[in-house]
Nanobody, 119 residues
Framework: QVQLVESGGGLVQAGGSLRLSCAAS????????MGWYRQAPGKQRELVAI???????NYADSVKGRFTISRDNAKNTVYLQMNSLKPEDTAVYYC?????????????WGEGTLVTVSS
């Protein structure tokens, strides 16, 4: 079992910045992906960014150039630096952990942290 604890959400003006953190604990497998998804009101949950334990990164086109994902493997923690925030970024942001111990992977989710960007 893996537990994920997120922090860093809040209210910010358009053009501002926030930094999200997610710390994983429990049965951590060394080969894994960690990332962030978000869900805006009335919308489906979508991928924001993911980073593998080997450092490979993928971003959604909508955040590329504005958001930066990083991780500290020693701390089992993933970060999302969000710059130049737009009202469209308003959503609940969920941390995701995917272990590759098994074929297909095992997925775990945080409870979410709210990011609100005012115009």
């Amino acid at each position: 079992q893996v537990q994920l604890v997120e922090s860093g959400g809040g209210l910010v003006q358009a053009g501002g910045s926030l930094r999200l953190s997610c710390a994983a604990s429990g049965s951590i497998f060394s080969i894994n992906d960690m990332g962030w998804y978000r869900q805006a009101p009335g919308k489906q949950r979508e991928l924001v960014a993911i980073i593998s334990s080997g450092g490979q990164i993928n971003y959604a086109d909508s955040v590329k150039g504005r958001f930066t994902i990083s991780r500290d493997n020693a701390k089992n923690t993933v970060y999302l630096q969000m710059n130049s925030l737009k009202p469209e970024d308003t959503a609940v942001y969920y941390c995701n952990y995917r272990s590759w111990l098994k074929l297909g992977g095992d997925h775990y989710w945080g409870e979410g942290t709210l990011v609100t960007v005012s115009s």
